[in-house]
């Protein structure tokens, strides 16, 4: 007669195969990656007002799971912020989609990003310009992007670890700049490095309330804005 023991350990060799299968059958396939990609734009991005076919093709074309942690991959195209580390996160589609229509980015631009975090956003700049300048202040996270960027095979887009309120002035002047953390105040350095014609998107106000998501444009060296959206970005730290 079969002990005890026997049988529980019987069981156990069963389970463990199961339940290896059961996770593997959680993962989701490129396909489906693509599907809920698709789905996102469509029914999170499209359907609440962002038209510029560009910034939409963009928005598919990135791997957004790549950008995620790990345990974070399976909500990657869900409609709101997930976190990426070090107090951080990455943005919801919708706001990565319609800071890019924003800022009208064409083609030949050198744009100046403030946060880059994950570099998921960088990315999708990074389809729609001719080359990205992003900034992050946490080395970590910097270091981070970096390898997720030179994964993906983006040769666009340079990274660097620095103050990303003084901006990166030997790369200036900018075509566009589009910060992912909110100030106070718009930074005088990065009025400085917007060149005349340029756009800035960034959230300003309070850390601890609700901001307001601010298009400015550079005329005649002047810097004319605009509130767009009521917004909650994490804050822009610093030396400043």
């Known amino acids: 007669m079969v002990s005890l023991v026997a049988r529980a350990l019987c069981l156990v060799l069963l389970f463990i195969p199961l339940f290896a299968v059961a996770e593997m059958a959680q993962a989701d396939s490129p396909e489906q990656y693509k599907m809920k990609r698709e789905a996102m734009v469509h029914y999170q991005i499209e359907k609440r007002g962002v038209k510029d076919r560009r910034v939409l ?48 980015l064409e083609q030949t631009d050198r744009v100046l990003e403030v946060g880059t975090g994950s570099a998921y956003h960088a990315a999708v700049i990074g389809q729609l310009v001719d080359s990205v300048y992003s900034i992050e202040i946490i080395s970590k996270l910097a270091t981070r992007a970096q390898k997720v960027i030179a994964e993906l095979g ?21 075509d566009a700049i589009i910060v992912t953390a909110a100030a106070d105040h718009i930074p005088p350095p990065l009025i400085r490095q917007l060149a005349e014609g340029g756009r800035m998107v960034i959230p300003v106000g309070h850390i601890f309330f609700t901001q307001k998501l601010i298009l400015a444009e550079k005329r005649n060296g002047k810097m004319h804005t605009r509130d767009i959206i009521p917004v909650r970005f994490v804050p822009l730290t610093g030396g400043h």
């Open 57 to 104: 093709e963009a928005m598919r074309s990135v791997p957004r799971h790549k950008f995620t942690l790990e345990s974070e991959m399976s909500s990657a195209y869900e409609d709101h912020p997930l976190p990426i580390g070090y107090g951080q996160t990455i943005s919801q589609p919708f706001i990565v989609a319609y800071m890019c229509e924003l800022a009208q």
């Open 154 to 174: 983006y040769k666009n887009i340079n990274i660097r670890h620095a103050d990303g309120y003084f901006g990166w002035e030997e790369e200036a002047p900018f």
